[in-house]
């Protein structure tokens, strides 16, 4: 379903819209916020990856088709996992990010 560009999209507050004709090559000037995600979680390394889960970076990306995705929807152990699919993982927080502080 195409929505028309004189048709504004019903957006949840704090989420982004992104169109279905979405060019992936657009990644590089998108940028996402999502305010209420924000508001009652906080932004730690506890909670990064689920922040990351809501972006559109993540649905562009290959999040779909990642080692996240298949254990978000309960597959466990080496048999049940497709260990030739990518993983999104936390590296580094400093440590205001390790505090949860988000300015």
Known sequence: KMHNQATPLQVPPGRVAI???????????????????????????????????????????GGPTSVNEQRRRGATGPQAIDEDCHEFVLTYANEDGNKGLVE
């Open 19 to 61: 169109p279905e004709t979405f060019d992936g090559d657009d990644l590089a000037h998108l940028s996402f916020a999502n305010v209420e995600f924000l508001r009652s979680r906080g932004l730690s390394p506890r909670t990064c990856l689920e922040y990351f889960y809501t972006s559109p970076f993540y649905a562009r990306c």
